[in-house]
Structure formats: structure tokens, C-alpha cells
């Protein structure tokens, strides 16, 4: 019995050491190739079984077996698999795996077109979000939002409605800063200007979004003054797979995605698409808003050469407005309050909707040369349909200053014979809608050569055509049969003409359906005798050429950048100077005084100048710089550039006329930065220092004056922005990350220039000359500060919260001597997140994901139109007069997402 103990033991004791010994502990860190950065959240899966972990915030992992050896699989949305061996406790170290493309294993296309800051070795001050931090935290809001823990940018408008936000950068607004789409230029070629709403498909198909502020390392011949933004989309999946989110948010906010793609198969061809729906009634009252996201791409590798990639997408959308309102109206009547709506009997309606619908197209060729050379061409597309609406005619308000319809429809019916208003003898009313309809068409190419081991070259061309109409329609009649106005001629001094009165030369618009739907306004077609108030198109073109040469050696690199570019523009004016019939020199509206049969001629003084002057306009841009790596931890870099930039279209004619504006010039920029690096094991910081000239500029900024949008239009300014950013991140456990950003900037006006005042009618009502030296720059924080922390409670399981705070904000009234600074606040956010790996081989996941936005509901002023000083004896509100218009911020909202992906 002793024996058989004594061998019972010693059995269990070398079973215990055998499978002591069988234990391996495998531990590595995962880091993307190509940002060079960790890769939180990665799978890491023992081979062949269900055991597996995931990377924690620094891309860092720790894996158990029972095993003695075998392999472990590496894997991560939007980058090829990895398999690596271990034998017993082994560390893989630093595992650096390639993307396929962000969002679900895609491919990079134009990866030559893409200016990711990467691609140089050169810096510059850069933020970069990924995908999985874009669908963590976004939630119901604009893509822009996803910026806002970053230095030097301020994102405002978010009261407005779906998709009404702005952004600016360094201080520049969005017009002056250059927002790219895999490389390729999307702001407005009239006016340079960003609409968020015709992109709010962008949170379901974006890889990442890296913002370069200041001169950045974008080739193109585009002339970026407060920074560039790039917004890398998905193209077609290398596996098959796919995802379904369902999400939902405050005021009734609902969305839903499917995405699905096929995988590449034997023969290089695979298929992607997305699909995807939101609704909601909006966080102020009358912002309601709808709209849908489609994505389709087919790729197309055929050998190690060539990979070509074809994709279309679009987001159709409608959302109602909210404009800004003094700060009494918003404290009598509640911050939520909103007076673009009101009632029909039990019908909602509104006098504010913006619709549009966008399809953008593009074919990307990548061509593998050779080792040392790889030339990349994308061909690209954008219809873009869709307009806003508003009043024209008597409005009448409610006791509560909204829009009574009820009144409305009932005076409508007092017009004489209820058959039309006249808009300039002041009778009916009608809702208009502003079309903006264009069709944009072009081409970039860039050639890669290495021209040695420590030289690279790049050249390229970037072409553009585009043409753009605007024009008014009738909307909705409110019980009209029809809508009457004289036409607006001008003479050849482009002074106002009234050619003909009532009864005797008008326009009629017929009764017709056109509801402000995205999705029929995309085929819808326009009769030139349907349009009011205005009627211009343009033709812009574009023709550019770019090269930069790239020395890196060692611990040294530099970098020279050049950009020429010619732009041609052309107005065309079918309303203001004649009708589209009146080209041959006659009247086509059947205005026959002398009853001869014929139409009359035109009067003296009119002439058919539908056609303006053709300008072309030259510009360039060159850009150098340098870095040195002190050490494996540190590094310096100085940059400096020279912009000489085209005025935008809308400023090169004079007061919405083909006369020329003579002020315009083109813009001078000078930029200069210099920067230093920290990178550690536990900790890396980057300190920028900046300052930008910008001399002849344009600035614009609206208001609400006596129920009516104004404009006001500043040229020949010149402004000064310099400052200093800090951003870090540090790991101070394995379970905690904190991160944070500053920014101090001074950004103020100089000089004097010349003031215009327009009415929505595009009619001048005032131009003066302005001093304006001194004044300090509107819109953006000029100080910022935030702090953020990301925990890791267990496995799979995190909780994450950010701080910002915003100070010397000042009003959004362009340049002024003496502007008003807004209050300092700050804003929290919150969320926790969760993801169950499932499946035999951990590759399909389910993640949950909660947001809390402004958790302690803090009430602030985010930006204001005007700047009246407060007086003696005035009302305030914490110091500002309370007739100020603008906005206040959003109060606490959610967000709850659930997704499932495989």
C-alpha cells in the first residue's frame, strides 16, 4: 500500500511537471505598417483551437497554451493575417502586419494619390483616426466630430441639424483648408466651402482620416492654408465577410447597415457593397432628418503589376434647419427652440430643408513599374443634385414666432382670383427652393521613381472640369395655382433694370410637383421659364502639375515640393441681364405692346449678355523642408511654403454679375513650422510651433437681420495666425492610456480692406471701406485644451472619457476692428465598449458600444453672428448682450451601436 502511494504520487508529480513544462506563454506587440503605430484590439488566435486574446491600447499582447509549440494567428480589420510560430515561452516582439485596407480588409487604391504623412519621411504635424475610433465614438453626429480631440481644430454648427457643422483648423475656416477623398480634391470649386450633409455616408466607409495641419505633405497643386484632411474609403475587401450594425440615439435617432463583399477570388475579381439608412427628429425641435449611404465597389487584380479598383457611392439626404436666433429669444423661449416651422391643421411643415444627393464615382489604376517605379492614376466623378429651402413672399408668424401656415394658406387665397403672388407688389407667399446642381469630372495621376537608394521623385498632373448651375424654383405654392415676378434685367453698366411691370412682361411659373426629395431631384429636369429670382451657371477648369524630390539618409532628411496650377472660369446669366430666350436680342415671354405679332425688342440699355469675360488666373506653390533624428527617441523638423492662390469663382465676379471684380487678387501665403518629437516605451509627445501670413483674402460671414439672412463680404484682408500645439500619449500601465492636446494661438486681422453687405437676393445693400487692424479672427477657439483616458476594465471590456476645453472664442462676423469674445466652457464625453470574439477560429465578433456626449449637460454659447457690445442697462447673458444671434451647443445626447461582424 506505501508503494502503491509513493508511485501515485511520483505519477502525479512528473504529470504535474510534464504539463508545467507543456505551458507556453507567448507574448508580442502588433503594429500596423502603415501608420508604424500599435494596433489596440488586434486577435491574436492559437492555431487550430478557440484559444485567444486581443492587443491592449499599445498593441501589446499576452497569450497562455498548453502547448509546447505551434503557431498563432495575428489578424485585424483592414490588415492581412499573420501566422507566426512559438516554441515554448517565446516573444514574437514587434509583429508588423500590412494593411489591405481599412474597414473590413480592404485594399488600398491610389495608394500613390493618397498623401498620407507617412509617405514622407520629412514631418509634419499630423493626427490620424482610424476606423475603429471613428464607429466607436461618432455615434449619430458628423464625421467632423471625429477631429475634435486634436490641436488647433474647432468644430461648431452642430445645432444647426444633420450635417450642418463646420470645422476649422489653425483658425482657418473649412473654405481654407483642403478636405481630399483618397487623394482627390472635394471642396467646392465655386466657393471652397464643405457641406457635411452630403457626406454623411463618410462614417460608414472610412478607413481612417488623417488631418495634416498647416502645410502638410499633400503633392497636389492645391493651396491649403489652415491644413489638409484626408479621408481614406474603403474600396473592395481581399475576404469575404461582412457586417451588420443597428444603432440608435436621442430624439428617436435610428440607423441601421448591412455590408457584405464576396472576397478576392483565383482570378483577382472580388465584389463589396454597404447599404445603410438614419433617421431622427434632431436635438433641436424642427431638425428632423433622413437619409440613406450605398457603397459598391469591384476590384479587379490581375497580376502583381496592376490592381484596379472601381467604386460609387452616395448619401442622399434631407434635413430640417435651425438658424441662429439672439441669445433673448433662445432664454424666453427655451434652447431648443426653433422658429423655421410651424403647422398646417395637423401637418407639420417646414420653411428651412436642405436636400441634396451626391454620387461620386471613381476608377483607380495602381501600376507596379518596376522595383523603383510605381505609377498611380485615379479617374473620378460627382453629380451632385439638391438645393435648400426657404420663403418668398409675406411671411407670417405665430404668437410664438413660428411659421403660420394656417394664416399663410388663408391669405394665399385672398390673392385676386387665387391664381398667383407677385412678389414685387408684395402679394402671396410661396416656399422657393435654392437649387445647386453640378457635375464635376476629374483626373490625378502621380509617377513614384527612385532615383537611388536616398532619392525619391515624384511628378504628376491633376485635372479638373466643372460645371455648376443655381437657380430658384417654386417649392410648395401653400394653395397657389401659380407664382408670378418681374424679371431683373441689367443694362450694360450691370445696373438694376426693371424691363416691364405687371401685366405686360412676367414670369408664370406653373403648378408643379417638386417636393425636396434627394433621391428625385437627382433626374429631375428644369425649364428655364420655371426658374425665379435667379439664374446663373458656370464652367470651371483646372490644370495642374506637381512634383517633389525626397532626400533620406540616415538620421537626416529633406524635401523639396513644387505645384503650378491655371484655372479658367466663365459666368453665364440667364435671369439678371435676359432670359435664356432674349440671346437673339427679343423678348420671349410673349410681350407684344405694340400689337404687331411679334415680340417686342429689347430696350435701350439691355443687352443679351448672358456670356461674362473668361478669366484665367495662375498659381502656384512651393513648399521645403527638413528633419533630424537626434536619437531613436527624438526628432526635429522645420517646414516653410509660399502660396500664391487663385481667388475662389464667387469672389471673381462682382456682386453675383459677370462684371469682374476688381479687388480680387490672387492670395499670398507664407507658412512657416517647426516641430519636435518624443518617443518612448511609455510615453510620446509633439510640439509644433506655426505661423501663417495670408494676405488679399476674401472672408465671409452671415447673420439674421429683421427676419432676413444677411451676408457680409470682406476683400483685400490680411491676416496673422501663429501658435504653439502639444499632443502626448502615455501608457503609464498596461491597462491605462491617458492622451491630451494644447493649443495657443493668436490669430488676429490687419490692415483695412473693403465691407459689402448682400441680402439672400444676392442684392448689395451697403459697401464700405473697413478698418479692421488688430481685430481679433472669429469662430475658433484660439485656446484649447484636452485630456482623455481609455481603461481596459477586463478582457474585451473598456471605458473611455475625454475633457475639452475652449477659450478665447471670439464672434464669426469676418473682419472687424473690434470683435466680441464668447465665454469659456468645457464638454465631457463618455462611453463603454465591448467585444465577444465568436466562432471556432475567433474571426466574427459582436461589439456593443454606448456613447454619452456632454455627459454633465453644460450650457454654453458654441458661436455667435453678431458682436454688440454689451451697454449700461443691457440684458446679459454671462456677460454678452443678449441680442446677439448664435448658437448654443448641444446638451447631453447618446448613442447605443451594436455590431456584428462575419
Not at 483695412?752 to 442684392?763: A, L, Y
Not at 456677460?879 to 461582424?901: E, H, P, V
Request: glycine share 10%.
Amino acid at each position: 500500500m506505501k508503494k502503491t502511494t509513493q508511485f501515485l504520487l511520483l505519477s502525479a508529480a512528473l504529470l504535474f511537471s510534464v504539463v508545467t513544462m507543456a505551458q507556453s506563454t507567448i507574448t508580442g506587440t502588433v503594429v500596423g505598417s502603415d501608420l508604424n503605430a500599435p494596433l489596440p484590439g488586434a486577435n491574436v488566435i492559437e492555431k487550430g483551437t478557440k484559444n485567444g486574446t486581443t492587443t491592449d491600447f499599445d498593441g501589446k499582447f499576452t497569450l497562455k497554451t498548453d502547448a509546447a509549440s505551434g503557431q498563432v494567428v495575428i489578424s485585424f480589420v483592414g490588415y492581412e493575417k499573420m501566422t507566426m510560430a512559438f516554441n515554448g515561452n517565446t516573444d514574437l516582439g514587434t509583429i508588423t502586419i500590412s494593411p489591405d485596407n481599412t474597414l473590413d480588409e480592404v485594399v488600398i487604391t491610389g495608394t500613390g494619390i493618397i498623401d498620407l504623412a507617412e509617405d514622407r519621411q520629412t514631418p509634419v504635424a499630423v493626427s490620424t483616426i482610424k476606423a475603429a475610433e471613428i464607429q466607436k465614438k461618432i455615434g449619430a453626429q458628423d464625421i467632423t466630430t471625429a477631429l475634435v480631440n486634436t490641436p488647433s481644430v474647432y468644430v461648431a454648427g452642430l445645432s444647426g441639424g444633420f450635417g450642418d457643422s463646420r470645422i476649422a483648423v489653425r483658425g482657418f475656416e473649412q473654405d481654407n483648408t483642403a478636405f481630399l477623398l483618397n487623394g482627390q480634391p472635394i471642396n467646392s470649386m465655386e466657393d471652397g466651402r464643405m457641406f457635411w450633409s452630403n457626406w454623411s455616408g463618410m462614417n460608414d466607409v472610412a478607413s481612417a482620416i488623417q488631418i495634416q495641419r498647416g502645410l502638410g505633405s499633400s503633392k497636389l497643386a492645391i493651396s491649403s492654408v489652415g491644413g489638409t484632411v484626408n479621408f481614406v474609403t474603403k474600396s473592395t475587401d481581399r475576404r469575404e465577410g461582412g457586417f451588420v450594425y443597428a444603432g440608435i440615439a436621442n430624439d428617436d435617432y435610428l440607423k441601421t447597415t448591412y455590408s457584405y463583399s464576396t472576397g478576392r477570388n483565383d482570378k483577382g475579381w472580388g465584389t463589396s457593397f454597404m447599404l445603410s439608412h438614419w433617421q431622427g427628429d434632431g436635438y433641436n425641435e424642427g431638425t428632423f432628418g433622413q437619409g440613406q449611404t450605398y457603397f459598391f465597389s469591384v476590384g479587379y487584380t490581375p497580376n502583381d503589376k496592376h490592381n484596379l479598383n472601381f467604386l460609387i457611392t452616395g448619401a442622399p439626404q434631407w434635413h430640417d434647419q435651425n438658424f441662429s436666433k439672439s441669445i433673448q429669444t433662445y432664454l424666453d423661449r427655451g434652447l431648443r427652440y426653433n422658429n423655421n416651422w410651424g403647422m398646417y391643421g395637423n401637418q407639420y411643415l417646414t420653411e428651412r430643408r436642405n436636400f441634396y444627393h451626391k454620387p461620386v464615382a471613381n476608377l483607380n489604376w495602381d501600376f507596379n513599374v518596376n522595383e523603383t517605379t510605381n505609377l498611380s492614376t485615379v479617374l473620378y466623378a460627382s453629380w451632385g443634385r439638391g438645393g435648400g429651402t426657404g420663403n418668398r413672399g409675406n411671411r407670417i408668424r405665430t404668437a410664438e414666432g413660428r411659421i403660420d401656415y394656417n394664416a399663410i394658406y388663408a391669405y394665399n387665397e385672398s390673392v385676386p382670383g387665387g391664381t398667383g403672388g407677385y412678389f414685387t407688389a408684395g402679394g402671396g407667399y410661396v416656399t422657393r427652393s435654392s437649387m445647386n446642381l453640378h457635375s464635376w469630372y476629374g483626373l490625378v495621376s502621380n509617377l513614384e521613381k527612385k532615383l537611388g537608394e536616398n532619392v525619391t521623385l515624384n511628378v504628376g498632373f491633376d485635372l479638373r472640369t466643372y460645371y455648376g448651375e443655381h437657380f430658384r424654383i417654386v417649392e410648395n405654392f401653400h394653395g397657389l395655382n401659380s407664382w408670378q415676378e418681374n424679371i431683373r434685367l441689367r443694362d450694360q453698366n450691370n445696373d438694376h433694370q426693371t424691363y416691364g411691370s405687371f401685366g405686360t412682361y412676367k414670369n408664370v411659373i406653373t403648378m408643379r410637383d417638386m417636393a425636396a426629395n434627394p433621391w428625385t431631384v437627382l433626374f429631375a429636369k428644369f425649364d428655364e421659364d420655371e426658374k425665379i429670382a435667379y439664374s446663373n451657371d458656370e464652367r470651371i477648369s483646372y490644370g495642374g502639375f506637381f512634383a517633389q524630390m525626397e532626400y533620406a539618409k540616415d538620421d537626416v532628411s529633406v524635401f523639396f515640393q513644387g505645384a503650378a496650377s491655371n484655372q479658367w472660369h466663365q459666368r453665364f446669366d440667364y435671369y439678371q441681364y435676359a432670359d435664356q430666350a432674349l440671346i437673339d436680342g427679343t423678348s420671349s415671354q410673349n410681350v407684344d405692346n405694340d400689337n404687331d405679332g411679334n415680340p417686342d425688342p429689347l430696350p435701350a440699355g439691355i443687352e443679351p449678355g448672358v456670356n461674362s469675360e473668361k478669366i484665367s488666373n495662375f498659381g502656384f506653390n512651393v513648399k521645403g523642408g527638413g528633419s533630424y533624428t537626434i536619437n531613436e527617441d527624438n526628432k526635429v523638423y522645420v517646414n516653410a511654403g509660399y502660396y500664391s492662390r487663385q481667388p475662389y469663382h464667387d469672389n471673381i465676379y462682382l456682386n453675383f454679375t459677370n462684371q469682374v471684380n476688381p479687388l480680387t487678387e490672387n492670395e499670398k501665403i507664407l507658412g512657416l513650422e517647426a516641430g519636435y518629437s518624443f518617443k518612448s516605451q511609455f510615453f510620446s509627445a509633439n510640439l509644433n510651433l506655426y505661423r501663417t501670413s495670408w494676405k488679399d483674402r476674401v472672408v465671409t460671414s452671415s447673420s439674421v437681420v429683421d427676419d432676413q439672412l444677411q451676408f457680409s463680404t470682406n476683400f483685400g484682408v490680411e491676416q496673422v495666425h501663429q501658435g504653439i500645439e502639444l499632443d502626448f500619449t502615455s501608457k503609464p500601465l498596461p491597462q491605462l492610456r491617458i492622451n491630451g492636446f494644447l493649443s495657443i494661438g493668436d490669430w488676429v486681422f490687419k490692415g483695412e480692406g473693403v465691407t459689402q453687405i448682400t441680402d439672400e437676393e444676392q442684392n448689395v445693400i451697403s459697401t464700405d471701406e473697413t478698418d479692421f487692424d488688430g481685430g481679433k479672427v472669429g469662430d475658433a477657439a484660439q485656446f484649447t485644451a484636452g485630456i482623455g483616458t481609455d481603461v481596459q476594465i477586463c478582457e474585451n471590456f473598456s471605458w473611455d472619457a475625454d475633457y475639452r476645453f475652449y477659450d478665447n472664442l471670439y464672434a464669426d462676423v469676418g473682419a472687424v476692428k473690434e470683435n466680441l469674445e464668447l465665454p469659456s466652457y468645457g464638454v465631457a464625453d463618455t462611453g463603454l465598449s465591448y467585444k465577444m470574439l465568436l466562432g471556432r477560429d475567433k474571426m466574427k465578433s459582436l461589439s456593443i458600444r454606448a456613447n454619452i456626449n456632454n455627459v454633465f449637460d453644460n450650457e454654453y454659447i458654441s458661436e455667435l453672428r453678431t458682436n454688440i457690445a454689451a451697454e449700461a442697462g443691457d440684458d446679459t447673458y454671462e456677460g454678452i448682450n443678449t441680442a446677439n444671434q448664435g448658437y448654443f451647443g448641444l446638451g447631453r445626447t447618446w448613442n447605443l451601436g451594436l455590431r456584428y461582424k462575419f
